[in-house]
């Protein structure tokens, strides 16, 4: 152990010495630094700002006038997702998938405010959040560290000398892995304290510490990696050359191939086809405005049947509003089909990318690190679904003021003239039937059991790693 800590100083001094590992590290930290604080700042606005829209949005529901039950049907409303205290770090999905919906009867809308979407393409590239900086950035600069660990010991002749000493290779090559690590963690010392900001706001102390451990794997597999090829190479120039293809090919190709591959493996309906195929369903539903429709005829004659009369004007409820339950709940479970079919085949999607994760670790690091911080897919899709369903209800819950509150008489007539109008409006109590809105995380179990699969992918790394280095020290042998 006294070896390898001398090793570690000594390779810390020639850093110092230098000054090019010392300008790198610094360079690396403080764009770590400045990443994680001014996107800690953006999604800190981000979270107050859509808290009040969303209750402004639920107010404004709320204070609206007398109206005609189907008149706030249209009206709508929307709700709005928090970012994860993790998203400061992490923000996953949420810049590509949207942040608020529009929530209205007899449509189901998609997320807005994409803030890639939104986004030129330079915009895009300049999007430098931290967990981009320390999944592919940080690689890179570990690079420029230690890409000569070894080999300017095989190029000044030091090697031998050491190994003719008595030095042990497993030593020698721990106490410069050492070094490396430590080095790479200054770098990863903001994420520490912005995770440690994220539990102060909230999230669980077993999500931040195992988010922060994934990272330290993903740290620990690529000084592996620097430390194996300078290991192996006869000159700093080739193992430089080497490194960089590997980070191409390891941070931008193989992911990129992941995503291509997924999308031809498990292809998906293009939106125009989808939206194609949905219309041509819901002609056959019917049209939930038109109560003469020949859909509803069954539903027309199940309710003259069941209270005994003969015609819509005699029920004791209004039929109108009972046509609008119906064909909204025969609407939604259509749009719900469709819904589900696109939501899983965008899962089928990411979950063969995500099996690229045991061919580079940046796809293993990316996947556990959105799991984690609940900023992936599933998680957007719970969104998804947690808005439709308070859609339905808000508006089935009108509808059924529509039916119950408002004569039949008053409502066909409701465009006579403007007593006739009036007469067709509810008394604005009855908007209390909206609930509110709160989109939370999913629950820390939830989270690390879904990240499990990746925290595996990253264990792996590892192991190869371990067997890289110990086929390097054979092969310096």
């Known amino acids: 152990m006294i070896a390898i800590t001398k090793i570690t100083w000594d390779e810390w001094r020639f850093w ?84 608020s919906i529009f929530l209205e009867g007899h449509r189901q809308n998609s997320a ?136 191409i090919v390891l941070c931008i190709l193989l992911p990129r191939i992941g995503s291509s591959s997924a999308a031809a493996i498990a292809p998906s309906q293009g939106k125009l086809e989808a939206d194609f195929a949905m219309l041509e369903e819901l002609r056959k539903l019917g049209d939930g405005h038109d109560t003469s429709d020949p859909a509803f005829e069954q539903l027309k004659q199940n309710l003259l049947a069941k209270y005994d009369v003969s015609k819509v004007e005699d029920l004791p409820l209004n039929f109108r509003g009972a046509v609008a339950q119906f064909s909204e709940k025969q609407l939604t479970e259509l749009l719900n089909k469709f819904a589900e079919k696109r939501m899983q085949e965008e899962l089928a999607q990411a979950n063969i990318a995500r099996q690229f994760g045991w061919l580079t670790p940046t796809t293993a690091i990316r996947s556990f690190s959105m799991m984690i911080s609940g900023t992936s897919l599933e998680t957007h899709h719970r969104f998804l679904r947690e808005a439709e369903k308070l859609r339905f209800d808000f508006v089935q819950s009108l509808n059924k003021v529509h039916q119950d509150t408002l004569s039949y008489q008053a409502d066909m007539n409701r465009n006579k003239d403007a007593d006739s109008t009036n007469a067709a409006r509810v008394d604005a109590s009855n908007w209390q039937v909206l609930s509110s809105f709160s989109f939370t995380p999913d629950t820390a179990k939830t989270r690390l059991t879904r990240s499990m699969p990746y925290g595996i992918q990253l264990l792996f790394w590892l192991g190869a790693i371990g067997l890289c280095l110990r086929f390097a020290v054979r092969r310096i042998c």
């Open 16 to 99: 110092h010495r230098t000054k090019l590992a010392a300008t790198i590290i610094v360079i690396g930290t403080l764009l770590t630094i400045v990443s994680a604080i001014v996107n800690t700042v953006e999604m800190q606005n981000a979270k107050h700002e859509r808290e009040h829209m969303q209750q402004s949005s639920e107010a404004k529901f709320l204070e609206q006038p007398d109206r005609h039950p189907h008149r706030m049907v249209h009206y709508g409303h929307y709700v709005f997702r928090s970012p994860s205290p993790l998203s400061i770090i992490e923000p996953g999905v949420d810049s590509f998938t949207g942040t």
């Open 112 to 247: 807005m405010f994409s803030d890639q979407r939104q986004a030129s393409g330079m915009t895009r590239f300049s999007s430098l959040t931290p967990s981009f900086l320390l999944q592919v950035l940080v690689p890179l600069f570990i690079i420029m560290i230690g890409y000569a660990s070894v080999t300017r010991e095989k190029e000044a002749g030091t090697l031998n000398i050491m190994i003719t000493q008595g030095v042990n290779l497993w030593h020698l090559l721990m106490g410069k892995y050492l070094a490396l690590v430590s080095s790479a963690l200054l770098m990863l010392l903001p994420l520490v304290i912005a995770a440690i900001w994220a539990t102060i706001n909230g999230e669980s102390m077993v999500i931040t510490s195992s988010f922060v451990a994934g990272y330290v794997a993903y740290i620990f597999v690529w000084c592996g990696i620097v430390l194996t090829v300078s290991a192996l190479s006869q000159k700093s120039s080739a193992s430089f050359v080497t490194l960089a293809c590997l980070w």
